[in-house]
């Protein structure tokens, strides 16, 4: 059995993470486009009654979709800059969702189901984010692209 830095830090765990990537915002972009009230009363305990508030949730939701589509389309490419590229703003995405989901956790009096393991699951994607860009850019070294 290999230790878990070896497997994080892969090839294999690049693929993986283009994968669970992809599945996840595709998912939740699904659920944002199709039920955005209910998907919003999961997560934040309280559901969306404007018709503002929904166009906005539903626009998120297409943002999401088209993520997991990109992440499914770059599967497996772990040379290019562009895929290189995607995952660092990933990191960006990630940490951003985990800390404004965790602040609204904190301050808010009510909230929904799923959103203390959804801050987890962003808070683990960061990490995951952020191993991969390392072992990214570690394989790009000049002394390491013939190993």
């Given at each position: 059995?290999?230790?878990?830095?070896v497997l994080l830090n892969s090839s294999s765990s690049v693929?993986?993470?283009?994968?669970?990537?992809?599945?996840?915002?595709?998912?939740?972009?699904?659920?944002?486009l199709s039920f955005p009230s209910d998907a919003a009363k999961?997560?934040?305990?309280?559901?969306?009654?404007?018709?503002?508030?929904?166009?906005?949730?539903?626009?998120?939701?297409?943002?999401?979709?088209?993520?997991?589509?990109?992440?499914?389309?770059?599967?497996?490419?772990?040379?290019?800059?562009?895929?290189?590229?995607?995952?660092?703003?990933?990191?960006?995405?990630?940490?951003?969702?985990?800390?404004?989901?965790?602040?609204?956790?904190?301050?808010?009096?009510?909230?929904?189901?799923?959103?203390?393991?959804?801050?987890?699951?962003?808070?683990?994607?960061?990490?995951?984010?952020?191993?991969?860009?390392?072992?990214?850019?570690?394989?790009?070294?000049?002394?390491?692209?013939?190993?």
């Amino acid at each position: 059995m290999e230790p878990v830095g070896v497997l994080l830090n892969s090839s294999s765990s690049v693929y993986a993470l283009q994968s669970a990537t992809a599945v996840i915002e595709a998912g939740a972009g699904v659920a944002l486009l199709s039920f955005p009230s209910d998907a919003a009363k999961l997560l934040l305990g309280s559901p969306l009654d404007t018709p503002d508030a929904l166009t906005v949730a539903r626009i998120g939701g297409m943002a999401l979709l088209t993520l997991g589509a990109a992440f499914w389309l770059a599967r497996g490419d772990e040379q290019s800059r562009a895929s290189k590229g995607l995952i660092a703003a990933m990191v960006l995405y990630n940490l951003g969702a985990a800390l404004i989901l965790g602040a609204f956790g904190i301050v808010s009096r009510r909230v929904g189901e799923v959103l203390w393991p959804a801050v987890v699951l962003h808070t683990a994607m960061t990490g995951w984010c952020i191993m991969s860009v390392r072992f990214l850019s570690h394989a790009e070294e000049p002394e390491n692209l013939h190993r």
